[in-house]
């Protein structure tokens, strides 16, 4: 049992590590919300919100590389 509970452990992880190496953590944390009160799937909650998330990117990119 506590092997099982530390398998499930490491899944997590590696699905947060997959995710963070993605870059796509912010459409994706956004869309939760969307997914779970408005019975959105996720897929398109997160296709939702990418254009929003990359025009902020786009005016942060600008503010630091300037």
């Known amino acids: 049992m506590v092997l ?19 870059k796509t953590t912010a ?19 997160v296709s939702m919100t990418l254009g929003e998330v990359m025009k902020l990117n786009k005016i942060i990119y600008r503010i630091f590389t300037c």
């Open 4 to 22: 099982l509970g530390f398998s499930i452990l490491y899944g997590f992880l590696y699905a947060g590590l997959a995710f963070s190496n993605t």
């Open 27 to 45: 459409c994706h944390s956004i869309s939760y919300p969307l997914t779970m009160k408005y019975n959105i799937p996720h897929k398109i909650a």
